[in-house]
């Protein structure tokens, strides 16, 4: 299977070295190929499978539960401001 | 070269629940921040979604009253990408098997040149997802902060296909969507609270070519006027673009309400590749034809279908009956009107001027309204037994909306019966003559003009109680006699 590991590590946010890149690359490859073999199989008229699990229509009713997760994530965060997260400013206009 | 635009509109609508769409915080709006947040909502590791009935319910049901298909079965997967919005790196959405499927919505549109006519716009789909949360940039030069309140409340998002062609068509869209929407009763589709949000997807292509040209998404569209200028104004961008020679970029811009203007959003975090896999935490459901047979039955009369019963049933003209129906409230305030004695072309006509006037001023929406629709029935009965005059009738519906009083009470305390009485309109014309020997002369010289003068005397004489119509007809034969 085709892939740049650069492109991957792009899309994950992970700065590789060289060293790493090289590495990863071929580990990635190595899982990718074995994948592979599945191709080999015929799968026609085999519905897609996404979920392992023999079971289906899990709902919960519409009630509302209060929670004080925000006091201790907000207590934990890398930054924060009062009651909110505080993050990089992102958007810039050109 | 003529160019031609070619249209897509993105619709997320919040889903009226009490809880989130994966879990059981709070969607009330306007609470301190982030305190409707739980593991599930801030993405904590070992925490559960698991989907709110309620709103896959609501959801079904907008797919119903926009003529999709609902699925058979369905499932919930993750987009990637990473912002801080999102507290997972992913949002829950829908990819490869939504909730609805293919549909259509007819809208009732303006040609250029003014013709009413009726377009049938394709729905592509509408998926469930959740919301992600707010970014505050407001006074903040270092950084932005982070509400995640917003985060996983439900949404669902109506695709439509591109099949739109001007800034017009869009808001007609746009206007007929919203009422369907408010009258299945699934959000409150308030803009400004962020419950109905629009994105748009323009591009533009020379006039027979059937190629689409490369499109561009705007975002920040915060009211349905904002969407046409912005759509307006990004036709007039790319065909000037193109004519100069350049190549349109794909890209999402967003819209300067202040400055008229879209501009590109860069973004160093913007990764196109959303990576969708099927949402591991979440079962797949499957609809039973039963569960969808019961939503649909529970549909109410949809707009476009009350607007042809109006035509037929009440003889409205065209235009009127899809004014009134694109507000649910306002129908049925027309309606009730109508079925307490009053004319339907009257009730139409008064309630679009005098009643939206009143209301606009007073900043209060039609259910609110102090007079109520038997009350405004009979002020209109009142009018078309010529017992007061349009102009009396106009002051009576702001007495009645000032002190709650029937009009007939109102007409009857302050004297205000018009006056039919030919005798007395007589002597008052008489009168107005003698007095106005100028207005009078002008008049018999071929002045039209010079009749405002002497009709003006005759009503300050029966301050202004006199039947107009017997005015101006005692007042024709005297001059021409």
Redesign the interface.
């Known amino acids: 299977m085709e892939f740049k590991i650069e492109?991957v590590a792009?899309?994950a946010?992970l700065n590789l070295k060289s060293e790493e890149k090289q590495k990863l690359e071929k580990d990635l490859g190595a899982i990718l190929d074995y994948v592979k073999k599945l191709e080999a199989l015929d799968t026609k008229g085999v519905e897609p499978t996404?979920?392992v699990?023999n079971?289906?229509?899990?709902?919960?009713?519409?009630?509302?539960?209060?929670?004080d997760?925000?006091e201790k994530?907000?207590e934990h965060a890398p930054?924060a401001?009062?009651?909110?997260?505080?993050?990089?400013?992102?958007?810039?206009?050109? | 070269m003529n160019y031609e635009p070619v249209i897509g509109l993105e619709v997320h609508v919040q889903l009226k629940?009490?809880?989130k769409l994966f879990c059981?915080?709070?969607t009330e709006f306007g609470a301190?921040?982030?305190?409707h947040?739980?593991?599930v909502c801030?993405g904590?590791p070992g925490s559960l979604p698991?989907?709110?009935?309620?709103?896959?319910k609501l959801g079904i049901r907008v797919g119903l009253a926009l003529n999709c298909k609902v699925a058979e079965r369905l499932?919930f997967d993750r987009k990637?990408y990473?912002?801080?919005d999102l507290p997972k790196a992913y949002q829950i959405s829908q990819f490869d098997?939504p909730v609805n499927g293919k549909g259509e919505l007819l809208i009732e549109t303006k040609t250029a040149d003014g013709k009413m006519i009726e377009r049938k716009i394709g729905i592509t789909r509408a998926h469930l997802e959740e919301d992600a949360g707010k970014?505050?940039?407001e006074g903040?030069t270092?950084?932005?902060?982070?509400?995640?309140n917003r985060g996983g409340i439900p949404l669902l998002e109506i695709v439509s296909e591109p099949d739109l062609r001007s800034p017009q068509e869009a808001y007609d869209y746009l206007t007929a969507l919203k009422a369907i929407l408010q009258y299945v009763e699934v959000s409150d589709c308030d803009m400004e609270k962020g419950s109905l949000r629009c994105d748009a997807n323009v591009s533009v292509r020379p006039v027979g070519q059937e190629k689409f040209g490369t499109k561009v998404e705007i975002k920040n569209l915060n009211s349905f006027k904002m969407v046409q200028k912005a759509i307006q104004y990004e036709i007039e961008r790319q065909t000037e673009a193109i004519e100069g020679g350049e190549t349109i970029v794909q890209e999402t811009r967003l819209w300067d309400d202040g400055k008229g203007t879209t501009?590109?959003?860069?973004?160093?975090?913007e990764?196109h590749?959303y990576?969708y896999f099927?949402e591991?935490d979440?079962?797949?459901?499957?609809l039973s034809l039963e569960l969808v047979k019961s939503i649909e039955a529970t549909l109410p009369e949809l707009p476009m279908a009350r607007a042809k019963r109006f035509i037929k049933e009440f003889g409205i003209p065209e235009y009127d009956a899809y004014v009134l129906v694109q507000e649910k409230k306002l129908a049925e305030y027309f309606e009730a009107c109508v079925r307490e004695g009053a004319g339907a072309k009257t009730a139409s006509n008064w309630i679009q001027t005098e009643l939206l006037a009143m209301l606009n001023a007073k900043n209060i929406a039609i259910e609110d309204c102090p007079v109520a629709s038997k009350e405004f029935a009979g002020l209109l009965k009142l009018v078309e037994a010529g017992t007061v005059s349009g102009k009396t009738a106009k002051d009576v519906l702001q007495e009645m909306a000032a002190t709650g009083k029937a009009a007939d009470v109102i007409v009857k305390e302050k004297g205000l019966t018009q006056v039919s009485d030919t005798g007395l309109i007589e002597k008052a014309v008489e009168k107005a003559i003698a007095a106005n020997p100028v207005a009078v002369a002008e008049f018999k010289a071929g002045k039209q003009k010079a009749l405002g003068a002497l009709v003006g005397a005759i009503m300050k004489e029966t301050q202004g109680k006199a039947n107009p119509k017997i005015v101006n007809e005692i007042l024709q034969k005297k001059l021409q006699g």
């Not at chain 1, 401001?81 to 400013?89: E, W």
């Not at chain 2, 698991?50 to 896959?56: G, R």
């Open positions: 492109r792009e899309l946010r996404s979920h699990l079971m289906e229509n899990v709902f919960r009713a519409d009630e509302v539960k209060p929670s997760a925000a994530a907000l930054h401001d009062g009651r909110f997260f505080k993050v990089p400013k992102i958007v810039h206009r050109d | 629940t009490w809880s059981s915080c709070s301190e921040g982030n305190s947040t739980c593991p801030l904590w698991v989907l709110n009935e309620a709103a896959l499932k990637n990473f912002y801080p098997m970014l505050l940039h903040i270092d950084g932005s902060l982070v509400d995640y501009f590109s959003m860069r973004s160093k975090e990764a590749d990576r099927p591991p979440l079962v797949p459901f499957t």
